[in-house]
């Protein structure tokens, strides 16, 4: 059975909540009909029309217990709202919530939503992006969240005074964390003047990562074959812009994104075939060409791109002379 937590934030404890009223059971998060690309947050408004004051929850084939809500110190603190750590799995999926007065069922609500997972991957027809900042979802969070901060506490490199660290420090929570994000400098790429939905990128991806990423640039033009991705400018199919467990802020381990394109190669001999029977390793404990690093699929190849249709690296084009990177006899 999958367990269910609230998370029980200290800011919120602090602020009573305001019921807005004739507000019916409704998941706010993930939204009916939506995608999402993070499964951080399961967030419901229980209402009061009718009162609730107990719920379940159910998706992904499991079934929560009975989850009060109606204590005081409870209501206190998250008003009628409920807030879970879901842990979707990745794909289509539907949570349905019941809610309960005085045992009784009165209210229900489900959520048919897409959890995208996969580098590039897109959603099936019938699901729209999940929008967050917009006026009417804006107006929910306002009694606990500064959904108005003026431009000096946007500027401030602090999680706990950055209005945008209430909600999104957990995204930083990995090993390699992006500049700008590490120090909560969001506005750099967000624009916070966007309407209808603010902090949207303010420029297209490629030239937003250009402004500082200048030198990459540069060595993209100088190279014959770009990879697909880098030529779409859409870095984000292998870079994650905030934070990742993967050096260069990769959204996966280099051959598992790798593959995740390439798919069949770890299925067949690769480039060669040995004395052994075997093709030539895409993996290894070490890169003889880099030994700070494991070997992997940018031992040989450059993931931006190169001066061959298989983008050897360093700019090499002939494939004997990328042998003799680890093979020098």
């Known amino acids: 059975m999958r367990s269910f937590l609230i998370v029980v934030l200290t800011a919120l404890a602090l602020v009573p909540l305001a019921i807005v009223p004739g507000w019916a059971l409704e998941i706010l998060y993930p939204a009916d009909g939506t995608a999402i690309v993070r499964s951080d947050f399961l967030i419901i408004k229980a209402g009061d029309s009718p009162v609730v004051d107990a719920i379940t929850v ?6 929560s217990g009975m989850i009060d809500i109606s204590g005081v110190e409870y209501r206190k603190a998250f008003g009628d709202f409920v807030i879970l750590l879901p842990g979707f799995e990745p794909g289509q999926d539907t949570i349905r919530i019941e809610g309960f007065a005085a045992g009784k069922q009165v209210a229900t609500a489900s959520s048919n939503f897409y959890f995208l997972t996969k580098p590039g991957e897109v959603a099936p027809s019938g699901y729209t992006p999940f929008v967050m900042h917009l006026p009417e979802k804006e107006a ?6 500064n959904m108005s901060p003026e431009p000096a506490l946007l500027d401030n490199e602090s999680a706990e005074k950055n209005p945008c660290g209430s909600c999104h420090r957990r995204r930083l929570n990995y090993e390699y964390v992006h500049g700008p994000a590490g120090v909560f400098q969001c506005t750099y790429c967000h624009d916070s003047d966007s309407r209808p939905a603010k902090y949207v990128n303010r420029v297209e991806e490629a030239p937003l990562c250009g402004e500082c990423h200048e030198h990459k640039i540069e060595e993209f033009k100088s190279r014959k074959y770009i990879h697909g991705p880098i030529e779409a400018g859409l870095c984000s199919v292998c870079h994650d ?15 598992d994104l790798c593959l995740s394109c390439h798919s069949g190669l770890d299925r067949e001999n690769h480039v060669v075939r040995g004395m052994t029977g075997k093709g ?6 070490v890169d003889p ?4 690093r494991k070997f992997s699929c940018i031992g040989c190849h450059d993931p931006h791109g190169g001066n061959t249709p298989s983008y050897f690296q ?7 002379e990328l042998c003799q990177m680890c093979h020098k006899k």
């Open 58 to 63: 159910e998706f992904g084939g499991a079934k």
């Open 140 to 145: 929910l969070c306002a009694p606990c969240h």
């Open 241 to 255: 812009s905030h934070a990742s467990a993967h050096f260069g802020q990769l959204t996966a381990a280099v051959n």
């Open 280 to 285: 030539h390793p895409l993996e290894g404990p």
């Open 289 to 292: 060409s880099a030994p700070d």
């Open 314 to 320: 360093r700019g090499i084009s002939a494939r004997m």
